[in-house]
C-alpha cells in the first residue's frame, strides 16, 4: 500500500518559535520521491521540496529544514523561528518512477503562527 | 515564465448543471495532472495526461466526469451533470517530460466547485 500520514491537523505557535511538521509514509518501493508543498490561504500549492529515496541528507533552505529518514519512512518538516507569513497549509507527498508518477498526499497540516 | 492557470476560480452551479474547467500548463511541459480535495479531506489524482494522451485515469470517480486535452496544450475536465459530492477544489498540474522518473509537479491555483 502506498500511503502519506500527516498525523497532525492543525498547530499552533506564537512567532519565532521553531515548529515540526511529521510525515510519515508506506511504500513497497525502492524508488520513490518524496515532497512538501505548502498552501497559503491564497489557495494555491506551492512547491518547497523534492527528495529522492537513495538521497537521506538533511536539506536547509533558509528557516525550513527537512529530516528524511528511511529507517522510520518519515520525512519532517521544520521551519525554525516562524512567521506570520509561515501561516498555511503544508501538505506531504509521495511518488513513484514508472508507469504513471501520480502524488500520493497526505491529509496536510494547518500550521498557524501567531504575531 | 508563466506558471500553471486554471479557470474559473471559482463557479456555482446547481445539481444537474454542466460545469467546465480549464487548465492551461506551464509551456513546453508534456505531463498534465488533474487532482481534487473535497473538503476536509486529502488532495486526491485523477488523471495524467503525457502530452494529448491519457497515461492514467485511476482516479476518475465516474463517467459523469470527463477530461480532454486538445493538442497536448491546455486541458478541461467537465462534470455533466454535477452533483453535490463533486463540491471540491480541482486542481491542475504540470511537469516536463522525463523517462519515467518522477519530475516536480507545479500546480495551478485551483477551482473552487460548489454545487449546490
Known amino acids: 500500500a502506498q500511503k502519506v500520514t500527516q498525523a497532525q491537523t492543525e498547530i499552533s505557535v506564537v512567532e519565532k518559535e521553531d515548529v515540526t511538521l511529521d510525515c510519515v509514509y508506506e511504500t513497497r518501493d525502492t524508488t520513490y520521491y518524496l515532497f512538501w508543498y505548502k498552501q497559503p490561504p491564497s489557495g494555491e500549492l506551492v512547491f518547497l521540496i523534492r527528495r529522492n529515496s537513495f538521497d537521506e541528507q538533511n536539506e536547509i533552505s533558509g528557516r525550513y529544514s527537512w529530516n528524511f529518514q528511511k529507517s522510520t519512512s518519515s520525512f519532517n518538516f521544520t521551519i525554525t523561528a516562524s512567521q506570520v507569513v509561515d501561516s498555511a497549509v503544508y501538505f506531504c507527498?509521495?511518488?513513484?518512477?514508472?508507469?504513471?508518477?501520480?502524488?500520493?498526499f497526505g491529509t496536510g497540516t494547518r500550521l498557524q503562527v501567531f504575531p | 515564465e508563466a506558471g500553471v492557470t486554471q479557470f474559473p476560480s471559482h463557479s456555482v452551479i446547481e445539481k444537474g448543471q454542466t460545469v467546465t474547467l480549464r487548465c492551461d500548463p506551464i509551456s513546453g511541459h508534456d505531463n498534465l495532472y488533474w487532482y481534487r480535495r473535497v473538503m476536509g479531506k486529502e488532495i486526491k489524482f485523477l488523471l495524467h495526461f503525457v502530452k494529448e494522451s491519457k497515461q492514467d485515469e485511476s482516479g476518475m470517480p465516474n463517467n459523469r466526469f470527463l477530461a480532454e486535452r486538445t493538442g497536448g496544450t491546455y486541458s478541461t475536465l467537465k462534470v455533466q451533470p454535477a452533483e453535490l459530492e463533486d463540491s471540491g477544489v480541482y486542481f491542475c498540474a504540470s511537469s516536463s517530460s522525463r523517462d519515467r522518473v518522477a519530475d516536480t509537479q507545479y500546480f495551478g491555483p485551483g477551482t473552487r466547485l460548489t454545487v449546490l
Open positions: 507527498a509521495l511518488s513513484h518512477e514508472g508507469y504513471t508518477d501520480k502524488l500520493i
